[in-house]
C-alpha cells in the first residue's frame, strides 16, 4: 500500500527557497512515476515536475529553470528543491505516485496515489 507524506512547505519570501520532500512509507519509489503537483485557492491543480519509470524528468513551463525534482531510491523520498520562488508558486503542494507506463505525465488524472499535501507560501 502506497503511503505518501509531504513535508518542507512554508513561507518565504520572494526569491528565497525551499525544499519539498515526500516519503512513501508503504512500497519503492523505483517501481512508480512520481511528481509533484500544485493547488492554488480558486484555481485548477498543476503539474509541477515528473519522474518517470525510466528517469526522464519533465517540468511545467512555469517551473523551468527553477524548481528541481529528485528521489532518493534508498529512503523512498522523492524531493522538489525550490529556488527563486515568486508570489505565484503559493499553493498547496502535493506528490503522487502511479505504476503505470503513461510516460513524464503532468496529468493529475493519471495518478492514483496522493499525498495530503504541504502548503507553501511566497510573499511580495
Known amino acids: 500500500q502506497v503511503q505518501l507524506v509531504e513535508s518542507g512547505g512554508g513561507s518565504v519570501q520572494y526569491g528565497g527557497s525551499l525544499r519539498l520532500s515526500c516519503v512513501d512509507f508503504g512500497y519503492s519509489y523505483s517501481n512508480y512515476r512520481m511528481a509533484w503537483f500544485r493547488q492554488a485557492p480558486g484555481q485548477e491543480r498543476e503539474g509541477v515536475a515528473v519522474?518517470?519509470?525510466?528517469?526522464?524528468?519533465r517540468y511545467a513551463d512555469s517551473v523551468k529553470g527553477r524548481f528541481t525534482i529528485s528521489q532518493d531510491n534508498a529512503k523512498n523520498t522523492l524531493y522538489l528543491q525550490m529556488n527563486s520562488l515568486k508570489p505565484e508558486d503559493t499553493a498547496m503542494y502535493y506528490c503522487?505516485?502511479?505504476?503505470?507506463?503513461?510516460?513524464?505525465?503532468?496529468?493529475?488524472?493519471?495518478?492514483?496515489?496522493w499525498g495530503q499535501g504541504t502548503q507553501v507560501t511566497v510573499s511580495s
Open positions: 519522474i518517470d519509470l525510466d528517469g526522464s524528468i
Open positions: 503522487a505516485a502511479d505504476f503505470r507506463s503513461f510516460g513524464p505525465s503532468l496529468r493529475g488524472y493519471e495518478y492514483k496515489y
